[in-house]
């Protein structure tokens, strides 16, 4: 039987099989031998010892679409990052980071903006203007009000998706919005430190069930969240600061009309995409942050 690995805890492997059912594995002593290790995400080939018991082995893996180092994870069709419009305020900075890493792995990513209901249209409206240029997909939430949580479900359905973004900014609310058979702990944002507490603490692939016309729930799904630590910092590796610029989709259109080839957009003469940032034809957010990680891996190819 085959099915997708959601949890690895302590040498036992959580696979959740064609028939709904959730076994729980072993994975044969050849992966220790070929020094394989089995990863959340993956897809697996099992043998089932106990139908009553809901245990089996793990004989075989599937060959990995791609594979994620933090989290550990294989097979993800998209990431979902998740920041709050306010409490705790957005840091744009984060989320370039991130967009950059997830582009790194080719991974397409939805923004997701939470909430909302704190905002005004004004900031929602400026959100969503410098983010749409990025190549992603900008959608805004409310769990409180119950805004837009269809949208999402929508955009996961019949996806592994990884979910991520700072602790205290709804991700563990939005998993409770989108599915009723799993209760996760939600932290409190910290009023000393307007950040929020880390409630995540291992990787694992939650099921989203599909409802039937009779409103029963359905655990034979292909939809997969995954729910990851809330982080503070993000370094970029492997990414050279001459390359950053491929990363910001909204300089490409301007790059050709620049006066030298291979313009880095910083300190050069007759630079167009200097020239679009003063015409408000790129945001200057965007712009700034670029200019700041340019500098960070500039220091790091020093050192």
């Known amino acids: 039987m085959q099915g997708k690995i959601v949890k690895g805890i302590g040498g036992f492997y959580y696979v959740h099989a064609k028939d709904g059912n959730v076994y729980e594995c072993r994975a044969r002593g050849i992966f220790r031998k070929d020094k394989i290790k089995p990863l959340v995400g993956d897809n697996v080939e099992i043998s089932v010892l106990d139908e009553t018991a809901l245990t089996g082995n793990v004989d075989e893996l599937l060959p990995r679409k791609n594979e994620l180092i933090r989290p550990a994870a294989a097979n993800v069709d998209q990431a979902l990052v998740i920041f709050a419009v306010a409490s705790p305020k957005p840091n744009l900075n984060l989320l370039d980071r991130f967009l950059i890493s997830m582009e790194q792995q080719h991974i397409p990513v939805i923004i997701c903006f939470s909430k909302t209901d704190l905002a005004e249209d004004d900031q929602l409206r400026t959100l969503g203007e410098i983010y749409e240029s990025c190549g992603s997909h900008v959608s805004f939430i409310s769990v409180a009000a119950n805004e837009g949580i269809d949208e999402i479900r929508c955009l996961l359905e019949g996806k592994t998706t990884i979910v991520a973004g700072p602790s205290g900014v709804g991700k563990s609310s939005l998993t409770n919005a989108l599915q009723t058979g799993v209760r996760m702990e939600v932290g409190e944002v910290s009023r000393k430190i307007d ?77 167009a995409v200097k020239q679009a940032l003063t015409e408000g034809k790129i945001h200057k957010s965007r712009y700034d942050n670029y200019v700041l990680l340019a500098q960070e891996l500039k220091n790091i190819k020093k050192y």
């Open 195 to 271: 950040r929020g507490r880390h409630t995540t603490r291992h990787t694992e692939l939650i099921v989203l069930p599909r409802t039937d016309r009779d409103n029963e729930r359905d655990m034979r799904s292909d939809t997969y969240f995954l729910d990851t630590p809330g982080f503070s910092s993000l370094y970029l590796k492997g990414i050279g600061y001459e390359e950053l610029r491929d990363y910001f989709y909204e300089f490409l259109p301007y790059e050709p009309y620049c006066r030298f080839q291979g313009c880095l957009h910083i300190s050069e003469p007759d630079c």
